[in-house]
């Protein structure tokens, strides 16, 4: 198998974390967003909007979109229940962190981290955060009252973790989210487990 990620992509480190708690052996090309490797018509053929991660499976299939690789990748373990139930509640968490969770964290991230403009893009910085703490005190209240967001660890902690972890870059005021900040040092106790960048 082959991941196409870069450096510091919490999307890509998403599908790291499942492959190292699974043990799989993959290999990984690092690619530049700077110099346009996500944007050859080679790459767009994978990712349609040009983004990592990308994984190319051994029958030479690729799928594109962090939550549907960690399906993929995940089906017939145990960190993808096949209880319908259960299995609705990690796609559940997984759909929220794409639509109301993983801007709002990335984007603030992005501007005070690695691009350094945290100070001149402070009212954008801001108006992210007003669009993610509530959804970090919905992901709170629920880690309050369960270890893992649904019964045990899944592909849906494994999917909300790297920018959750990383929120406190974007400026976020972590301090606020006691049952966070116990679950990423859960996850982070973890088998498996690795660093955004790993040695
Ligand atoms: N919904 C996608 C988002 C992927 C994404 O935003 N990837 C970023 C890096 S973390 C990227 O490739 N950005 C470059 C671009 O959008 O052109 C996922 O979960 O995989």
């Given at each position: 198998m082959i991941l196409f990620d870069t450096l510091r992509s919490g999307n890509a480190w998403k599908v790291r974390l499942l492959l190292r708690n699974l043990g799989l052996a993959f290999e990984r090309k690092t690619l530049d967003l700077a110099k346009g490797d996500t944007k050859t018509p080679e790459y767009l053929a994978m990712s349609p909007r040009g983004q990592v991660p990308v994984m190319q499976f051994d029958d030479g299939t690729t799928l594109a979109q962090s939550p549907a690789i960690l399906a993929r990748i995940a089906e017939d373990t145990e960190y993808f229940p096949t209880d319908p139930v259960v299995r609705g509640k990690v796609m559940e968490w997984m759909f929220f962190e794409q639509c109301d969770l993983l801007k709002p964290l990335a984007i603030p991230r992005f501007i005070v981290a690695l691009a350094g403009q945290g100070e001149e893009k402070a009212d954008l910085v801001k108006q992210f955060q007003d669009q993610g703490y509530p959804m970090l005190a919905l992901m709170d209240k629920r880690l309050a009252a369960s270890d893992f967001l649904v019964d045990d660890y899944s592909i849906a902690d494994i999917n909300l973790y790297p920018y959750t972890s990383m929120a406190h870059l974007g400026?976020?005021?972590?301090?606020?989210?006691p049952a966070i900040q116990a679950w990423i040092k859960r996850v982070e106790s973890l088998p498996g487990w690795v660093p955004l960048i790993e040695d």
């Open positions: 400026n976020y005021d972590m301090d606020r989210f």
